[in-house]
């Protein structure tokens, strides 16, 4: 229990498909973060919340939609998705914005792949 | 940008200690170092972090260099289980651009 659960572990999805991603924290967080991560790349920050009000979005496609209803909760509404959009995509906590304390508490994340 | 530099891969057998380099030059003087480890297909795990001194917790212990310009996390008593992709980055209190290489592959082996 790594105290932070995504939903599902695995997606896979057509191009015209609607699907969203599910992230859970049970840590009593103040800040979640969406990372993408293709095979053989480095983690790539998405989307940063704080307090639930989107604080970052680092030049993401809008065909990725974040949405953060409370602190606890944080999805991932995907869209008309490509192929290269293929990756594991991970949730993260972390106590306030940035690194303080013990950084971040990772999900494990969705394999998600675009047919 | 912060960023890191650690060798790709490293093999260490079991039982040994594991010591994986990690340089950081960049680093700012309010900027910590963290390390995390990532087993394949799972989100990456926190293990350690430090500002200056010596740090052991009961994963590992965290050596960084007088100038902080460099650490080692060490690994006393590999077992097969640390099997992993381990990274090192840096990043202060309101950082949140901080960049993930691609980390140190170790293979323990038996």
């Known amino acids: 229990e790594t105290g932070v659960t995504q939903t599902p572990r695995h997606l896979v999805m057509g191009m015209t498909n609607k699907k969203s991603l599910k992230c859970e924290q049970h840590?009593?967080?103040?800040?979640m973060y969406w990372y993408k991560q293709s095979a053989k790349k480095p983690l790539e920050l998405m989307f940063v919340y704080s307090l639930e009000e989107r604080v970052e979005n680092n030049s993401v496609p809008s065909r990725f939609s974040p949405e953060c209803p409370n602190s606890s909760h944080l999805f991932l509404h995907l869209h008309t998705l490509q192929p290269e959009d293929s990756a594991l995509y991970l949730c993260?906590?972390?106590?306030?914005?940035?690194?303080?304390?013990?950084?971040?508490?990772f999900g494990s994340g969705t394999r998600l792949t675009v047919v | 940008d912060a960023k890191t530099t650690q060798p790709p891969s490293m093999d260490c057998a079991e039982g040994r200690a594991a010591n994986l380099p990690c340089n950081h030059s960049t680093i700012s003087g309010n900027e910590y170092v963290y390390w995390y480890r990532q087993i394949h297909s799972q989100g990456p795990q926190y293990i350690i972090h430090?500002?200056?001194?010596?740090e052991t917790n009961e994963m590992a212990s965290l050596i960084i260099t007088e100038d902080r310009k460099s650490s080692t996390l060490i690994l006393p008593h590999a077992t097969l289980r640390d099997t992993a992709v381990y990274y090192c980055?840096?990043?202060?209190?309101?950082?949140?651009?901080?960049?993930w290489g691609l980390g140190t592959s170790l293979a323990v082996n038996p």
């Open positions: 430090g500002l200056k001194n010596n």
């Open positions: 840590l009593g967080h103040n800040a």
């Open positions: 980055i840096h990043g202060a209190g309101n950082n949140r651009k901080l960049i």
């Open positions: 993260a906590s972390s106590q306030e914005i940035g690194y303080t304390g013990k950084g971040y508490t």
